[in-house]
């Protein structure tokens, strides 16, 4: 059986096997959402 995950009173973070993780904003425009995940990962793979 699942844990079932957990979320922060103000509902801006989840816990996941007791980690904190926050959460995207669920106002955000698909397109302006990728845009920006694009931007981050390659940001990410830029670091490597």
Known sequence: MKKPVLETPDGRHTIVRGRLWR?????????????????????????L
């Open 23 to 47: 959460k995207s904003n669920p106002d955000l425009p698909e397109d302006e959402q990728k845009r920006l995940v694009y931007e981050l990962m390659a940001a990410r793979r830029a670091v």
